[in-house]
């Protein structure tokens, strides 16, 4: 698949797009597939992505929605530095839940020539599906910051153009630039911009695009635009022999890793992403072939996955290295393989026990990390998430159904998980399940 650019206008006709809905605007999408991108966003008839255009000292407020803190902050967006991979989530901002409005203020009224925005993600999070918005600031009534749900063309505000890079190429994936021109020259006099912005699939959060720059050009600037500057790249790159599937690491912050990193958990990883893939199938899934492993130095806690971006703290791996270690970062693979994503929210004990099921009793199995000790087995909870959730899992596969963990998952990845499902799958419900796993933890304890 090549990298293009056409009109919006003629994908409307070929494609049924929405056309942008002011007569004298003109908006162009540049696509690269993925594997033909890099850090330079350059695409035929779009400007490349500029660090001194007239967003860069600009304000930037989501005044509506959530951003999401696994991301960049605001300021990502007009800074003149992008993303050094497809998958870099910290050089991107994004958003959390269901689309936002964000506001640009440019400081002063500007006749602007151009609006550019960049993207670019391997999977649901590369498109751009947003409606523009701007205005001088003096219409009757105008409010700079509207509250949510209101109708913007009634608070002073000029609707400028509809994007939706949607239909781009074959997939959602891949690096995306739009530019937003005027037929005549000048696009329009704005001091004002809303971006109300939209995840790319219907009703799934985890689609927030990856927006790597907005750029705002001033049809009466002086000074030549200078390129925006591609992140340094530091992760390493490393394949799966025999497979599609390639991650990074990056131990740039926490160069005392380095060593056990790419020594001892790479080869883990290289063996153990694929069985898990494997493990963990349903129809028509096809697993992420790309994700990342970040060490953070100012991290707390353990670890923690955001689609396809797994981190984890210094401090903690820093003592672990030799202990949980590379078993916490198996734990995490499942959440990048998981990916429920189907509408609806699975519960949470079963998300957590199930990567712990496949760590404790399927990677190491030897290290009895989910053994329920004597003095809590009375008060165990088969809900209790992690290690003990992960070991009545194990006790339902092995008395009932040795594919219980495949079938749950396959059903919490389509949305359709329901505690039903349980007397299906065994003839009894979970809450007699928890039972007679506790009467079995008893009966052990007792033996003991």
């Known amino acids: 698949m090549k990298s293009f650019l056409l009109p919006l206008a003629l994908f409307s006709t070929l494609l049924s797009w929405s056309l942008p809905a002011q007569a004298d605007a003109k908006v162009q999408v540049g696509y690269h597939a993925n594997g033909e991108a890099n850090g330079k966003f350059e695409f035929p008839g779009i400007p490349a992505p500029s660090r001194n255009d007239a967003a860069t000292d600009a304000t930037f407020t989501l005044i509506d929605g959530d951003m999401d803190r696994n991301g960049g902050a605001l300021g990502k967006l007009h800074d003149g530095a992008l993303p050094g991979d497809e998958d870099d989530p910290a050089n991107n901002f994004f958003l959390r839940g269901a689309g936002a409005r964000l506001l640009v203020d440019l400081g002063k009224v500007t006749e602007i020539g151009s609006i550019q925005s960049y993207s670019w993600h391997p999977g649901a999070r590369g498109p751009q599906v947003y409606k523009l918005y701007g205005s001088e600031g003096s219409a009757a009534g105008f409010n700079a910051k509207p509250e949510k749900g209101a109708e913007l063309e009634k608070s002073g505000w000029q609707k400028v153009a509809d994007v939706d890079t949607r239909k781009a190429g074959p997939q959602l994936g891949g690096q995306y630039a739009v530019s937003i ?15 109300e912005i939209e995840p790319t699939v ?10 790597s720059e907005i750029d ?10 200078e390129p925006a500057a591609a992140a340094k790249a530091n992760a390493e790159a490393f394949e799966i022999a025999g497979t599609p599937y390639r991650f990074t690491l990056d131990v740039s912050e926490t160069p005392e890793l380095a060593d056990w990193a790419r020594n001892k958990l790479v080869p883990v990883v290289q063996q153990w992403y694929p069985k898990i893939v494997e493990m963990l199938p349903s129809e028509g899934y096809v697993a992420p072939q790309r994700f990342s ?3 953070l130095k100012d991290m707390q806690g353990v670890a923690a996955t955001s689609g396809t971006r797994v981190v984890g703290a210094l401090s903690w791996y820093r003592k672990n290295m030799e202990g949980e270690g590379i078993g916490s970062i198996v734990h995490e693979l499942v959440h990048v393989a998981q990916q429920y994503r189907g509408g609806g929210r699975p519960p949470g004990w079963l998300i957590e026990g199930i990567p712990d099921y496949i760590r404790w009793y399927l990677y190491e199995p030897q290290s009895h990390g989910a053994e329920i000790p004597p003095s809590r087995a009375a008060n165990a909870r088969y809900d209790a998430s992690y290690r003990t959730s992960a070991n009545f899992l ?3 596969s092995g008395k009932y159904d040795k594919e219980l963990v495949r079938k749950l998952n396959a059903e919490m990845r389509q949305g359709r998980y329901k505690e039903e499902l349980w007397k299906e799958i065994t003839g009894h419900t979970v809450q007699e399940l928890g039972d007679e796993w ?7 304890t007792a033996a003991q």
């Open 216 to 225: 705002v050009t001033d049809l009466h600037a002086t000074a030549k635009a």
């Open 181 to 195: 021109t005027g037929n005549a020259g000048a696009l329009g006099k704005f001091r004002y911009l809303i971006f």
């Open 394 to 396: 194990n006790w339902v």
């Open 202 to 211: 219907s009703g799934n959060t985890q689609s927030n695009t990856f927006y």
């Open 438 to 444: 506790k009467a079995a933890l008893a009966q052990k």
């Open 293 to 295: 492993i970040t060490f």
